[in-house]
T-cell receptor
Framework: NAGVTQTPKFRVLKTGQSMTLLCAQD?????MYWYRQDPGMGLRLIHY???????AKGEVPDGYNVSRLKKQNFLLGLESAAPSQTSVYFC????????????FGSGTRLTVV | GENVEQHPSTLSVQEGDSAVIKCTYS??????FPWYKQELGKGPQLIID?????GEKKDQRIAVTLNKTAKHFSLHITETQPEDSAVYFC??????FGAGTRLTVKP
């Protein structure tokens, strides 16, 4: 049982480049989330999804887009990367809603130069 | 929206001592309070949680207490071991996380 799998684990982008981070879960969870983690700022919610075909903005959505075409996958896109998007990105999933605890992936470390 | 404050930001204890991390929340409607442990290079892992209808919950060496009136909850780790060294996060309804506490247990 893999849980939540994130790819890639590391990536370096040049300013203005685009990329997509992939999150896959095999627990049949309805809810999925994307967080970014920066030193001293904890985890901040970027976007989330309450089910296949749905997405919603979190606390820091600017500069990111997401899609949930399949229940098990949640994609995070950066259309034009900026140095301020240098961070560690975590995907998480939960059974029904946010009151059931999250299962996190192992993270993607993104550097934008 | 919910705001969660966590203290202290760093905590260093001697092996065998107890460690306490405290969090306060702002939304009185919050009803679920999880704690996560994040080891270096890994994602956070849920270690214990408590719901608003319970005042205390224990799981071996870790416990969580909740004071709904004061809107604060705490993580207690007893008989600390070096492998307890990590960053700990609290959350309210999972949506908003505290900034984290780096716990170091010295052998």
């Amino acid at each position: 049982n893999a849980g939540v799998t994130q790819t890639p684990k590391f990536r370096v982008l040049k300013t203005g480049q685009s990329m997509t981070l992939l999150c896959a879960q095999d627990m049949n969870h309805e809810y999925m989330y994307w967080y970014r983690q920066d030193p001293g700022m904890g985890l901040r919610l970027i976007h989330y999804s309450v089910g296949e075909g749905t997405t919603a903005k979190g606390e820091v959505p600017d500069g990111y887009n997401v899609s949930r075409l399949k229940k098990q996958n949640f994609l995070l896109g950066l259309e034009s990367a900026a140095p301020s998007q240098t961070s560690v990105y975590f995907c998480a999933s939960s059974y029904e809603d946010s009151s059931y605890g999250y299962t996190f992936g192992s993270g993607t470390r993104l550097t934008v130069v | 929206g919910e705001n969660v404050e966590q203290h202290p930001s760093t905590l260093s204890v001697q092996e065998g001592d107890s460690a306490v991390i405290k969090c306060t929340y702002s939304d009185s409607a919050s009803n679920y309070f999880p704690w996560y442990k994040q080891e270096l290079g890994k994602g956070p892992q849920l270690i214990i949680d408590i719901r608003s209808n319970v005042g205390e919950k224990k799981d071996q060496r870790i416990a969580v207490t909740l004071n709904k009136t004061a809107k604060h909850f705490s993580l207690h780790i007893t008989e600390t071991q070096p492998e307890d060294s990590a960053v700990y996060f609290c959350a309210a309804n999972d949506v908003r996380f505290g900034a984290g506490t780096r716990l170091t247990v010295k052998p």
